[in-house]
């Protein structure tokens, strides 16, 4: 299994670019998430969704759109860059409980560095 | 803003001794887990302790959760400096909402 993938590694954008990250899983989990990383400021959740068709916003998802057609890709979208959005970004995903709402251990990516300027 | 508050912010220490992390939330959990970020790495979950659970070991670690005083607490022992890196709470309630972490450095 190669886990949870992102692509791109590293992204430089200009000021008012849109651009996806991408985030794909391969093990069957119902939970994916996004987190936005900045130095002291822990993981801030996004956007998260609990199956395909199915999404809901975190902590801070303004300027960010997702969409899960499928169980195994989830999206991030930046509609129109801006430097505040400079961040280091996680995709994770996992396992739903027995509520079918929440997530158990959550598997997590290698991350996206954007920098926009 | 976060749910979860570790303590200390930063934690040194020599090789062989225990480390100590706490954790902090401010509203009811169904469970809480702890993480390990590696520098520049993603995060790997370590443990998991359920709202009803008070202790949980899993190797060298060692979880307790007081729900009465909204704390856990995660101790290392007979650390290594591979153990290096930021430690994570994060409370389930309803989402994960992760806490700042605490930075392990372990001296070899």
């Known amino acids: 299994n190669a886990g949870v993938t992102q692509t791109p590694k590293f992204q430089v954008l200009k000021t008012g670019q849109s651009m996806t990250l991408q985030c794909a899983q391969d093990?069957?989990?119902?939970?994916m998430s996004w987190y936005r990383q900045d130095p002291g400021m822990g993981l801030r959740l996004i956007h998260y969704?609990?199956?395909?068709?199915?999404?809901d916003q975190g902590e801070v998802p303004n300027g960010y759109n997702v969409s899960r057609s499928t169980t195994e890709d989830f999206p991030l979208r930046l509609l129109s860059a801006a430097p505040s959005q400079t961040s280091v970004y996680f995709c994770?995903?996992?396992?739903?409980?027995?509520?079918?709402?929440?997530?158990?251990?959550?598997?997590f990516g290698p991350g996206t560095r954007l920098t926009v300027t | 803003s976060q749910q979860g508050e570790e303590d200390p912010q930063a934690l040194s220490i020599q090789e062989g001794e225990n480390a100590t992390m706490n954790c902090s939330y401010k509203?009811?959990?169904?469970?809480l887990q702890w993480y390990r970020q590696n520098s520049g790495r993603g995060l790997v979950h370590l443990i998991l302790?359920?709202?009803?659970?008070r202790e949980k070991h899993s190797g060298r670690l060692r979880v307790t959760l007081d729900t009465s005083k909204k704390s856990s607490s995660l101790l290392i022992t007979a650390s290594r400096a591979a153990d290096t890196a930021s430690y994570f709470c994060?409370?389930?309630?309803?989402?994960?909402?992760f806490g700042q972490g605490t930075i392990l450095t372990v001296h070899p």
């Open positions: 994060a409370g389930v309630y309803g989402k994960l909402t």
């Open positions: 969704s609990v199956g395909a068709g199915i999404t």
């Open positions: 302790i359920r709202s009803n659970e």
């Open positions: 093990m069957n989990h119902e939970y």
């Open positions: 994770a995903s996992s396992h739903l409980d027995h509520s079918g709402r929440r997530g158990y251990e959550q598997y």
């Open positions: 509203t009811s959990i169904n469970n």
